[in-house]
């Protein structure tokens, strides 16, 4: 998104949230006409205390310094229980005359919450469509690398000449990989690079250990670093755990303050990183939507009504299933005792009101992907790049509590590759790695975006379908198969032919929680095997789909 577009969608924001600003300084006209003529009783008082406080974050927020200072002001002669002496009654009814004539005609400022935005991170590569770059003279290497990465759909394009590379990198490619060492190339061509394609994903090869071309290497914005010899499955690892796979799903935050003209605008802010962003003013509501969301980041404002941050904080903490999601603070509080109390509840960072764009999306951006590599050794299978067991089961999980909310099937397979050990015996391990690769792609590309594939252990793969019956379930995992058998393996033997067996299991009708289906997808299985024909059975009384 351009600083353009950034501002414009701001000005949006700002339209729909003047109401709520202007209501905020009637509020406080209405304290300080209480007091002119009256006493303010103390709910009055604290309401108004708390509508300036929003009113502060809010104005800075949208670039109004100068009322964003006047409402920090009013909030300081607001707190408190004693009486209010008369100069600062006085000045109270100046602050309100002067935060509605700056309000009322003003529009976000350029610069304000918009300011240097850092550019937008990549959009989410899919594998099936990506193309890797290889700038080096190893034509050897260049072969065994595409061979292997043609297992997750990557296409790999050769250039042995600093010119060859950049023809092609004028053309659409995601990621390079830069041998140092060749010929016209070096620190300089990787500097040349950067400059002309900075957002591009650079992979750098070395020979020894020179620290300093590391060193070169992070400063122009390299995201990995090998040292030869490099074997192929090095480069496929990195691709994998650090571009596609990290890339392949977007993040989910969950922001949580109550001020909805705050959350808008936080909405707004986090545009550039193309996130999910889930906003929740009660906080009473939260752990029903992270149970539902399973967010990356949780997002909380320190002062709230009924719940504030820091205890929320403390929820998250004490709860297994939270307590490892990073949570950033937002809060106007600055001095060491308020920051040290957020971060002794458990924050992992904090963010100072008024907002500043820049501020919180180069934060929010680095926390993602921090996050998202810590949990990448969790989640996804460094083999096959599909999901893990854990993951399985966490999203399976989910769905169920969806599913008996809305009252919608689940279809849980189980799938077990055949005769795997032989292919292992009379290929080789590497040739059998190379199998379950390329069986993961193509059951990720067979199933939905919502759908879950999950390697469950050695040769076997569960997948979890939302919303879809065994039925269905049945006829996709059919399709599958025949797109597997047409696969073609690069093996000395070209009569490799890879098939699988299948057991299908339904929610509700064989089970309300994610065993006692993978229980019954797996005597499924069994059925399927012991017929001897590679088979997609169900459980009675639903149709067995025979594929020979």
Sequence with gaps: ???????GAMDAIWE????????????????????RYASLPDDVRRDAERETHKLAGAAGTFGFWDASALAREAEEILRGAGPIAPADVARLRQIAIDLRGQLEAARPKAGAATQTLAPPSIEALRAAHARLLVVGDDAAFHERLASEARSLGINVLGASRAAEARELLAEHVDAVLLDLTLEGTGIPFLEEVYNAHPALPVIVV????????RVEAARLGGRGFLQKPVRPSQVIDLLRDSLFVVRSESSTIVAVDDDPALLAVIE???????????????PLRVLSVLAESSPDLVILDVDMPSLNGIELCRVLRNDPRWAAVPVMFLSAQTERAEVTKMFEAGADDYVAKPVVGAEIVSRVRNRLERTRMLRLAADVDSLTGVGTRRRGIEVLERFIRLAQRQLLPISVAVID????????????HLTGDMVLRRVAAVLSNCFRGEDVVARWGGEEFLIGMYSMPGEAAARRLTLALEKLRAEKFDTVDSDLSVTFSAGVAEFPMDGTDWTSLYRVADEALGRAKAGGRNRVVGPAPHSAVRRD
């Design 417 to 428: 590759l055949d005769h795997f050990k032989d292919v292992n015996d009379r290929f080789g």
């Design 206 to 213: 070395s020979d020894g250990e020179h620290f300093l071309d």
């Design 1 to 7: 998104m351009t600083e353009d577009a950034m501002r």
């Design 268 to 282: 707004g802010l986090l545009l550039p990183l193309r996130a999910r962003v889930i906003t929740v003013t009660d």
């Design 16 to 35: 729909r949230s003047r109401g709520t600003i202007m209501a905020r300084v009637a509020t406080l006209e209405s304290a300080t006409l209480a007091l």
